[in-house]
Every structure is written in structure tokens, then in C-alpha cells.
């Protein structure tokens, strides 16, 4: 009895007789998650690292208009796309939607430039605007498997996004410092 109590205890990883090393308790235990937290926290990492920040660049040149730094993205669109109209998240063979065959068109609304204002921890400096219509043209498949299983179609599906880019000049005479990126 004694010798089948030992030999129980001491399998794997656990042993009633030994510690084999640090041990955090409870914690050590694994704990399944879901996927969705992982690529939820990836998904936030990547719109902080990509598109939330806001560049200061140097001093508007005198000799032509400031024109805006780029237009969005084929993946900030369809980021702000699946903001609106989510197609992730569905039950696979039960409920599912996906998006074929896209079309992005992008048109430039406005680009101007607001008057010299004190901005905390930056100092004297303009902000630049520049709005964008973004017109995205899909198929829209929906599959639904239950009660009755069937396939809806929108072949002509199309939703519309405007996009924001934000970015401040520096104005005056800025010293920037040796350790500065400008």
C-alpha cells in the first residue's frame, strides 16, 4: 500500500517526497486562455504602434503649401473597416461572414493647417489635418449552418470610412537638443 502511494505521487511532474526547484504554488499550473485576448492585445499593440502617435516634424518651409505625409493604408482602411462592420468572431459551421474580392478607393476631403498654438511639453507648433473619404467595394458571403443551412451573397456591398491624419510642425527657431529625432 505504502509503495503504491509513492509510486502514485512521484509520476510527472508533482512529488509529495521531493521539491525539484522553485515552486510559485498555484501559478504553476498552466491556465488555457483564449485566442481572442492574444490577438486582441496584438491588435492594440499594432494601432498604438502604427497609427496612434502623433509625428512632430520639423518647420513648414516657405516656398509652396504643406501637403499632408502619406494617405492610409490598404491596412489602416480595413483596421477602421472592421471597426464599423466586425466579419471576425463568427461560429465556425454555424454562423460565419467574410469578405471577398475588396476594392479601396481613397479621396483626399481637406488639408489645412491650423494657426501657431502652445502645445504642453512641445512649445510652439501648428497642427496639420488632412481627412480622407475611404470607399471600400466587397462581397459579402454569410454562411449560416443551422437551422437551415443556406449561403447569403452581397455582391455589391460597399461601406464608406473617413480617416483622420493628424501631425504637428514645430514653429520658430526650435533647438532641438543632440539627442533629438528632428
Partial sequence: MALALVVCSSTGCYTIFAEMGPSIGIFSIPIPVSPFFQKDAEDKFWNKERYDRVPILGPITSGGPPIALDP????????????????????????????????????????????????????????????YKCTIY???????????????????????????HNHLHMVGDVDTGCNSEF
Avoid at 476594392?103 to 491650423?114: A, L, N
Fill in 72 to 131: 492610409p493604408s490598404d491596412d489602416e482602411v480595413m483596421r477602421a473597416l472592421e471597426k464599423a462592420r466586425p466579419v471576425q468572431g463568427g461560429v465556425p459551421l454555424l454562423w460565419e461572414r467574410n469578405r471577398n474580392d475588396v476594392r479601396i478607393t481613397v479621396c483626399k476631403i481637406s488639408d489645412y493647417v491650423d494657426p501657431v498654438r502652445v502645445y504642453p511639453l512641445i512649445g510652439p507648433a501648428q497642427q496639420h489635418h488632412a481627412h
Fill in 138 to 164: 466587397f462581397e459579402e458571403v454569410t454562411r449560416v449552418g443551422w437551422p437551415i443551412p443556406h449561403t447569403l451573397r452581397d455582391e455589391e456591398a460597399q461601406e464608406v470610412v473617413y480617416i483622420d
